[in-house]
């Protein structure tokens, strides 16, 4: 069955890097497209970025450009998503989910990377 | 601000109907994309509960529906279950943002 497995709950400083890792398993990852996804405490789903792990090509929000940076080991199914100049309006859950396309949804959510920046 | 447009909450006794609308524009559901929608359950990730403006995934119960038309979406729950008291969220692409990927800011359906 596919899963989505992320890395462990992260805290960071003002102004530092975080660096989280989803996953895959279950499918051929080269495949499909993983994305990435926040929600900050008591706030609704902000889409981040995504990633074509075949090509890497990747794509994120314009509010976050310059901040993010996704990238891929193909090896071990694996996808990474770092975040720099951390603030704390960047505590959230982190979520990766697989995609296909633009046009299509987000079938399968990893669990979740709780990030704490303290302000 | 998103650009899908939902209503913070509904609710509905047992039993009843619920309609969650998602109301967007000429870049995103205006422009023929379709609209997805997700179930998140408390501390839980969310959960594809809609695809391609209405069909249902493998396992989702035939209570959920969806629907569009024009700028607008809508995701109905009938034979409203306490099971089914959670935050639902609308999502489309639009063109008129970078990595062309929205969500609406959610709706909290609550079972009295």
């Known amino acids: 069955q596919v899963q989505l497995v992320q890395s462990g709950a992260e805290v960071r400083k003002p102004g530092a890097s975080v660096k989280l890792s989803c996953k895959a398993s279950?499918?051929?990852?080269?495949?499909?497209?993983i994305n990435w996804v926040r929600q900050a405490p008591g706030q609704g789903l902000e889409w981040m970025a995504w990633m074509n792990p075949k090509s890497g090509n990747t794509g994120n929000a314009q509010k976050l450009q310059g901040r993010v940076t996704m990238t891929r080991n193909t090896s071990i199914s694996t996808a990474y998503l770092e975040l720099t100049s951390l603030r704390s309006e960047d505590t959230a859950v982190y979520y990766c989910?697989?995609?296909?396309?633009?046009?299509?949804?987000?079938?399968?959510w990893g669990q979740g990377t709780q990030v704490t920046v303290p302000s | 601000q998103s650009v899908l447009t939902q209503p913070p909450s509904v609710s509905g006794a047992p039993g009843q109907r619920v309609t969650i609308t998602c109301t967007g524009s000429?870049?995103?559901?205006?422009?023929?994309?379709?609209v997805h929608w997700y179930q998140q359950l408390p501390g839980t990730a969310p959960k594809l509960l809609i695809y391609?403006?209405?069909n249902r995934p493998s396992g989702v119960p035939d209570r959920f529906s969806g629907s569009k038309s024009g700028t607008s979406a809508s995701l109905a729950i009938t034979g409203l279950q306490a099971e089914d008291e959670a935050d639902y969220y609308c999502q489309s692409y639009d063109y008129m943002l970078s990595g062309s990927r929205a969500f609406g800011g959610g709706t909290k359906v609550f079972v009295l």
């Open positions: 279950g499918y051929t990852f080269n495949n499909y497209d």
């Open positions: 989910a697989r995609g296909q396309g633009w046009l299509q949804p987000f079938e399968y």
């Open positions: 000429s870049s995103n559901l205006g422009a023929g994309y379709a």
């Open positions: 391609g403006n209405n």
